[in-house]
């Protein structure tokens, strides 16, 4: 089906590892080999940074306006090459290829085309001056190398974002994607070569986070990190980091309030799809549903109703509307929390358990739990499946307590027709994006989306400009305007 690249991107070439080791992929939906890559060692890490810091100065060198036109290039060469790119996708990932898979690469395509309206338009600053003989001014430089290290759960969003921002402000970039969904970052990585970036100034190294991700992050050729993933991998990343900047996009255990005036029918359709879009594996899924009881029954019933009407099945089914989970530490999890949620009394009203008669033991179907209290792992921890996990509440500050209830802060949702209310709860919450009347997996890619600060949800800010802004630096030029030497110093 496709004629993907083979190898690894280093320097421009496509190359097999020095160690000659291959690792399969397997699809999530049928079990079956879809691919084989080659598993970096220290030399490779150690070529690819070299290469990135021989490119970095064409990159930088190139004109914003030369970028920008590079960028909208590697737009067009993923819509392109949509369909190809989507089918790996949902092979490696093994979410729907109809739903899901076409739509990401689709929105993958415009974040590579809003980069290059940002830098054509990124501006500096004069600033005033207590002298009247110097002129001071501000312009953005690229931070130099970056590594870039991304998750499985959108292999072609979510590491674009940092490509395309990264590439905008100059920088070159060593890339490890996903051990698991590499596929999808070999198709991205040809666009950008094909779309004319100098030679290194991409390139991709494949293998396991904690050998290949902790070589490049370390290495001391890497000027700044980008990474997604989940808190423990943020710290670890932070840890062999040090002091080099970093933009850290971690795990979400969002909640929505559903106050007890909302639009019952809004909040139903709005929790399902927070709840069960990805097969709830997004770090922004409506992970904790927060209701007033007095909406609790008919919200559970309602999301029952909308459980029944997805279509749990392999990715490249065109009905199928939930994939199968992407892999078995992911399956393992969500069943560990929904037994110990029904055996300390949860009740499960749709779903529960895994799916048989699929080629995977991975297909779990959605479901609806009713009863979660704040002491279950299912409302701690960020269960990552597709679960509507419903608590109930009496009061706005128990509300408020409890969506606060987390060592995660990445986006919370609210419901309400009364508007001082919205904004007085959107206030007290600890999340770095507050959704009103619509759930914490609400999302548009230009806006600023991060962790709130004092949680473990990351550092920094990636959507549009912010991530452009994080992934360039100030340089302050302070000239001397007079027409004579200045008298001192
Ligand atoms: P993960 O942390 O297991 O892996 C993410 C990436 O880090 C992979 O490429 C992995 O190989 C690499 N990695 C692992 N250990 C490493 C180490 N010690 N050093 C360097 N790299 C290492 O995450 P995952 O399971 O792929 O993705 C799911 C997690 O990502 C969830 O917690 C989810 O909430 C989070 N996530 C966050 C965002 C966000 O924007 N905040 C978006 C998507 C996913």
Redesign the pocket.
Known sequence: VSDRPQGMLIGGEWVPSDGGRLAEVRSPATGEAVGEIPVATPTDVDRAVRAARAAQPDVGGLTVYERATMLERVAALIDERREEIAWDLAQEQGKPYQAEALIEVAVAADMWRDAAGIIRYLEGEVLPSTERDRRIVTVREPRGVYAV??????PAT?PTEYLCAGLAAGNAIVW????STPLTALHLARCIMDAGFPAGSVNVVTG???AV??AL?AHPGIDAVG???????GE??ARVAGAKPLLL????NCPAIVFADADLERVIARTAMGAFANAGQ??DSTERILVHESLREDLVEGLVAAAGRERLGPSLEPETTIGPLHNEATASKVERHLGEAAARGARIHAGGRRAEDFPTALYFPPTVIDGVRPDMSIFRE?T?GPVAAVTSFDSVEEAVALANDSDLG?VAGLFTEDPGLADDVAARLQAGIVNINDVPTYWQPHTP?G?WSGKR??VGR?GGKYTVLEMSQIKTLVRYVGTRPPATG
Not at 227 to 233: H, K, L, Q
Request: hydrophobic residues 40%; glycine residues 20%; proline residues 10%.
């Open positions: 290290v991304s998750p499985w759960n959108f979510i490890k994607p996903a051990t396991p986070g904690g991700g902790e992050v990474a997604t993933g989940s808190p423990e991998t670890a990343i996009e971690l795990g979400g997004i770090c960020e990552f990445l989306f962790g949800s990351g990636l």
